[in-house]
């Protein structure tokens, strides 16, 4: 595939690595629910300001969520979502020229995300609930599809898996069939492993090791390392407390070959991959 990726009114480079800051305009997100929540509504002002600062600090991409998908999440209704996603996406859209993904499984909240201005649909589910796929085709944004063992609410009950690798890359493979005959162009496609979805600790870190596997497929790899309890496998860290350990997944991730990483800490992440692009650039790597 090739280095661009067009995104709405706007073209993705991924030549480089590129960061994905999160924005979760939820009450329950594992690690930063509530912050940009106020009221039982999305706090506005308090996502412009870290939107803010993640695009001073390094952010290519915004990518906002409606809904919560850690382990054992109850789900939200569609109109819920479609209020918090819009809300934040309208903010968003008005205030800053930059790439916006939508965090989502739900059709109606892609079409009328695409419609506000956001480029990429992100979807933990793969396009597989009812509409979504001829969502995503009618919107004609580029998208994101990760691979999910599962449900939210169930997904870490015993994931099972012949290998990991394999089936990962098989689910994929299935579902580019069924995004090609929904009229998907598969070059606007960037893929994620889905780390921590319907995953082990040891099964996260052998994909992690095998992440080039994946690369060498030949779709952009997105990964979503940030924060994730995978970590607290070997640290005993609470998730405001993981950003080190983040950072250090995110460099072994771009180093293996990943494109966008997805992470809650923008700045720390940006100094450690500009330290990675320097040595990659002195032709001492």
């Known amino acids: 595939m090739g280095p661009l990726i067009t995104c709405g009114a706007r073209a993705l480079d991924l030549s480089q690595p590129r960061i994905m800051g999160i924005l979760n305009v939820t009450p329950d997100s594992f690690s930063d629910g509530g912050q940009l929540f106020q009221n039982d509504g999305v706090d506005t002002d308090a996502l412009l300001r870290r939107a803010e600062l993640m695009l001073s600090a390094g952010a290519d991409i915004l990518d906002v969520g409606g809904e919560s998908t850690r382990p054992g999440a109850t789900p939200v209704s569609e109109e819920e979502e479609l209020d918090r996603v819009l809300t934040a996406v309208e903010a968003l859209t008005t205030r800053f020229e930059t790439i916006i993904s939508v965090d989502t499984s739900t059709p109606c909240v892609m079409r009328e995300s695409a419609a506000l201005g956001a480029g990429l649909l992100n979807d933990v589910r793969g396009f597989r609930r009812p509409g979504a796929l001829a969502a995503a085709a009618e919107s004609g ?102 950003i080190f350990a983040s950072v250090a997944l995110a460099t072994m991730a771009v180093e293996r070959g990943a494109r966008i990483v997805r992470v809650h800490d923008v700045a720390a992440t940006a100094d450690a991959l500009a330290m990675w692009q320097s040595l990659n650039q002195s032709g001492r790597t």
């Open 141 to 242: 944004l580029a998208l994101c599809l990760m691979h999910m063992q599962g449900e939210p609410d169930t997904m870490q009950v015993a994931p099972s898996y012949n290998d990991v690798m394999g089936d990962v890359e098989a689910f994929f493979d299935g579902r580019f069939v069924e995004l090609a005959s929904a009229g998907i162009k598969l070059d606007q496609v960037i893929v994620d492993p889905g780390f921590g979805f319907g995953k082990t600790a040891d099964q996260n870190f052998e994909l992690l090791a095998r992440l080039e596997e994946l690369v060498a497929r030949g779709h952009p790899v997105l990964v979503g390392l940030s924060r994730k309890s995978m970590i607290s496998s070997v640290l005993d860290r609470a998730p405001e407390d993981r």
